[in-house]
């Protein structure tokens, strides 16, 4: 079965200091990891995933097969990027089910 | 932009009514997909469609769900009979092939009282 683990309900950090929201799954064959993020009164949008490789608004994110994790990077938070961020996992092959997380909601304090 | 679109975006219902939630996808979408959210849980997928039909579906998604493209702009679900834990957030979401972004609708606050 797939699980996608956030640990943190909340992080708070201040104005440009670094970013690292915690994602971990399971799942026993070669997923696709997504981060979605939705901003207050908005809706949820991709992010990045992992197999873009790229760096969107300052973010990114490595997949660690190892340790089965995805966790999300910023090195300096800015007040905008105050917003519920979910880690998402879809078993690829033709498959687009996406399986979420609970969502962390980040604060960046000014 | 195009976007997906969502209607009504809060819908109240009797328990026992049936309820249907509507959804105009981006138009050269192919793929569509509904998932749902309850208050303070994950944001949990119901269904995805394809070629005017079901490709997956969840254990969630029982019969008392169903979906329907009934022209070439709506896509729809239907809950039959709804319940009291049938109350969440519903969103659309459509791509347009399986390899691309999900792009999600602002959603259906779905409360059955």
């Known amino acids: 079965a797939q699980r996608v683990t956030q640990p943190e309900k909340l992080l708070s950090v201040f104005k440009g200091a670094p970013v690292e929201l915690k994602c971990n799954y399971s799942y026993s064959g070669s997923p696709e990891l997504f981060w979605y993020v939705q901003y207050s009164r908005q809706r949820l949008q991709l992010l990045l995933r992992h197999i873009s490789r790229e760096s969107i608004k300052g973010f990114t994110a490595d997949l660690n097969k190892g340790e089965t994790s995805f966790h999300l990077k910023k090195p300096f938070a800015q007040e905008e990027d105050s917003a519920m961020y979910y880690c998402?996992?879809?078993?690829?092959?033709?498959?687009?089910?996406?399986?979420f997380g609970k969502g962390t909601k980040l604060s960046v304090i000014p | 932009e195009p976007e997906v679109t969502q209607t009504p975006s809060h819908q109240v219902t009797q328990m026992g009514q049936e309820v249907i939630l509507r959804c105009v996808p981006i138009s050269n979408h192919l793929y569509f997909y509904w998932y749902r959210q309850i208050l303070g849980q994950k944001v949990e997928f119901l269904v995805s469609?394809?070629?005017?039909?079901?490709?997956?579906k969840s254990e969630i998604f029982d019969d008392q769900f169903s979906v329907e493209r009934p022209d070439g702009s709506n896509f729809t679900l239907k809950i039959r009979s709804t319940k009291l834990e049938d109350s969440a957030m519903y969103f659309c979401a459509s791509s347009r092939s399986l390899n691309t972004e999900a792009f999600f609708g602002q959603g259906t606050r779905l409360t059955v009282v």
């Open positions: 469609f394809y070629n005017n039909e079901i490709s997956e």
């Open positions: 998402a996992l879809s078993a690829g092959a033709g498959s687009y089910q996406l399986t």
